[in-house]
């Protein structure tokens, strides 16, 4: 009878050589027992192995890929090095990283477990290591239900067989040791689910990736960059940013400007040009949309599949360690829009990533969010919560940005948040309120306002959810700062008015000061306000021509002059005339025009007069840094009041929203003397009409409006003017 040629191997090894093993250094690697030592490698891609120490062959398993060699215990060196031949006959010199014990501490382990490590990128991914005096690279990952999990990539041919990685156990974390490989291996974890699924995955906790439609992750060296914005630092830290001026300029990196043929810029001439136009127009800080790696142009960024990489598509992490340094070092702040509420379903990436629900619910009424068709992370998973809170801190401390803007808060706050009844599931106590959200939110806030004093961190929330901006001791959630979506929103309808019925919608003016003061607010006309066909800044004014920019003018002097922080997407700062276009540059022609360069002198004069003078910047989050003046004269479409500094110093702010002159308008006054015109939004300079107050206006003894003195004055058509006393 003849006999096979496939042998006959132990359950073990044949668990091996099919890529089924949960824990291969129990069978691979050197195992010393009565003095002996033996020697057990599995290489599908070597022909021939041996000891380059002693060139002594460890003989081949015949008809397997598998190697073993016993040896007495003294003749074996540790690490030992082996000489092996391909089927190309290329010979290379490797160490078998199945000799190498655990690497990772167990104290980091068990913080992660427990929630409570905070810069767990720095164990977790892919990072340049020593074992034993040997360099190579450690790969670690969490995903506790797997079973097993294979470090691929181009130095193994991508063979899932080659590099299975050590379960640590009940924590989850699988960790290998992989030496003689080095920067710029393109890699991904194979995982082998519980029911036998087999995925590719990018590293959740890559540090770069492929150029899109490419996902690999990519091993980088620890960063060489030389910060030298120390002073920058010092003065964030030292400083109550509340009190300072804060004008956002929001930026889309990938369509702010491109090259001669459409293709993106680079971080570093990013950096040099976006320098030059804020320095001209004034902005205090940007913010990013999203850069955190993601595979879709469309989506802007906001549905991230790298929480811990800069996007490839404009350079390198250095290329943007270089971009925040340089800004910082013209003093210009950088915030990072952020999305911890949901992910996309990207089989490369988190989802079900271990082919379990790891980081999002199971039960698609907690997991899934119908309206953007993502994920929903699972804010009660100490794991999860942990990976978050790391990734924020990465770009906090890494790549040293002055804050995150937090991306869709509303969705996490309320479990019915865009659901039909009986779409969703309540809390513990029967109600809508997500608690986990609401925990991490505040263990969020909480950590990175310690670990790095002077950043910000700012709430896009839609809803009334009480006290966003509040600390988190006095039950608040603990953010620097929230979006004021309902000024934005009351501001823009009454804007769109034809000037003939605003008198019948002056509440959407008046209504804001309300609560005006009951978070720190930002202003946004954001990038979310010129897309979807709702039409650019400038579209939305109602008029011929003329009067366009007239009332773009207006609700800019109105907006700089209210309380509260300023945001304002790229392209409005000279009336972008077409919606914005993730694809396409922006129309920077449009600027050698003189309306659209009317409009970017008094961006222009609007921030430096806006970073100059206290009484616009200083008390924005209290009641003593506003007082009305007139709230009422809805008849005539006019608003009046005063912004005030805490030495009691003051600006008249008049507000005319028709485009009729008014003359002998008269307002009162505390303080008897002479007022000067420091700001006319109809000024020639800008494009306007030129009517005003040129000469000082002196008050008169006449009492108006429940003060002691009043002046009188001319207001220009669809215009606004700032006074100040002499």
Request: proline residues 6%.
């Amino acid at each position: 009878m003849k006999k096979s040629s496939t042998p006959i191997l132990s359950e073990p090894l044949q668990r091996i050589a099919d890529a089924k093993h949960h824990d291969p250094f129990e069978v691979l690697g050197c195992h010393a027992s009565r003095g002996k030592c033996l020697i057990r490698l599995f290489m599908p891609q070597a022909e021939h192995v041996a000891l380059s120490a002693d060139q002594q062959e460890i003989p081949r398993i015949e008809g397997t890929d598998f190697f073993e060699l016993e040896l007495p215990e003294d003749e074996v060196t540790h690490p030992y090095t082996l000489e092996w031949q391909d089927k190309f006959g290329t010979t290379h010199l490797s160490h078998d990283p199945y000799s190498f014990g655990t690497q990772l501490p167990e104290f980091d382990i068990h913080l992660f477990s427990e929630g409570k490590h905070r810069h767990a990128y720095r164990f977790f991914g892919a990072h340049s290591h020593q074992a034993d005096d040997i360099a190579g690279i450690l790969f670690a990952v969490w995903a506790p239900n797997a079973a097993r999990i294979s470090v691929v990539g181009d130095f193994n041919q991508w063979d899932g067989r080659t590099h299975p990685m050590r379960s640590r156990g009940g924590s989850g974390v699988w960790e290998i040791f992989i030496p003689d490989i080095g920067i710029g291996s393109c890699y991904k974890f194979e995982i082998l689910s519980a029911d036998g699924d087999i995925s590719l995955r990018t590293d959740p906790y890559g540090n770069h990736f492929q150029v899109r439609p490419e996902n690999a992750s990519i091993v980088v060296q620890d960063s060489d960059h030389i910060w030298n914005d120390h002073d920058w630092m010092s003065h964030r830290s030292d400083t109550d940013w509340q009190q300072e001026p804060m004008s956002v300029y929001e930026v889309h990196l990938g369509s702010w400007r491109q090259d001669a043929d459409g293709n993106f810029l680079n971080y570093r001439e990013l950096a040099h040009q976006l320098c030059e136009h804020l320095k001209r127009t004034g902005f205090t800080h940007i913010e990013l949309l999203p850069i955190t790696e993601h595979p879709l142009d469309g989506s802007w960024g906001y549905q991230t599949t790298g929480y811990f990489a800069p996007t490839s598509r404009f350079g390198t992490p250095d290329d943007f360690r270089y971009f925040v340094d340089y800004l910082h070092q013209n003093h210009i702040g950088i915030l990072l829009d952020w999305v911890p509420a949901h992910f996309p379903r990207d089989r490369h990436a988190l989802a079900r990533f271990d082919g379990t629900a790891l980081y999002e619910h199971d039960d698609p009424r907690r997991g899934e969010h119908r309206d953007w068709g993502t994920l929903i992370f699972n804010f009660g998973r100490n794991e999860v919560r942990n990976f978050l809170i790391s990734s924020a801190i990465y770009w906090l401390e890494e790549f040293h940005l002055d804050g995150l803007r937090v991306d869709a808060v509303a969705s996490m706050l309320y479990l019915d948040y865009s659901r039909e009844p009986g779409d969703w599931l309540p809390n513990q106590y029967g109600g809508r309120e997500n608690l986990e959200a609401v925990d991490f939110l505040r263990e969020l806030n909480s950590v990175t306002h310690d670990l790095h004093p002077g950043t910000l961190m700012i709430a896009e929330e839609s809803t009334a959810w009480p006290q966003v901006s509040r600390p988190t001791w006095l039950g608040g959630l603990g953010f620097s700062m929230k979006w004021n979506m309902g000024w934005m929103h009351d501001t823009l309808s009454y804007m769109s008015q034809d000037p003939v019925y605003r008198h019948y919608h002056h509440d959407l003016l008046t209504f804001g000061l309300l609560y005006a003061f009951t978070e720190n607010f930002v202003l946004p006309f954001s990038h979310d306000e010129v897309v979807h066909g709702k039409g650019s800044m400038i579209d939305k004014m109602p008029g011929d021509g003329w009067q366009k920019f007239a009332n773009l003018r207006l609700l800019y002097t109105y907006m700089f002059s209210y309380p509260g922080k300023k945001l304002l997407f790229m392209g409005n700062e000279f009336a972008q005339g077409r919606e914005w276009n993730e694809s396409e540059a922006l129309d920077w022609y449009l600027q050698d025009q003189p309306y659209h360069s009317g409009i970017s002198t008094l961006l222009s004069d609007l921030n430096s007069l806006y970073k100059q003078l206290k009484p616009l910047h200083q008390v924005d989050f209290e009641f003593g840094g506003f007082e009305w003046i007139d709230c009422h004269d809805s008849s005539q479409s006019i608003l009046s009041y005063l912004r005030k500094d805490r030495e009691g110093r003051e600006v008249l702010v008049i507000l005319n929203f028709t485009p009729v002159p008014r003359e002998n308008y008269r307002i009162g006054v505390s303080h008897p003397g002479s007022y000067r015109e420091i700001f006319n939004s109809d000024s020639e300079y800008y494009g306007g009409s030129n009517m005003g107050n040129g000469a000082p206006i002196p008050t008169e003894p006449e009492p108006w409006m429940g003060r002691n003195h009043s002046i009188n004055l001319t207001l220009p058509p669809l215009g606004a003017i700032l006074l100040e006393r002499e």
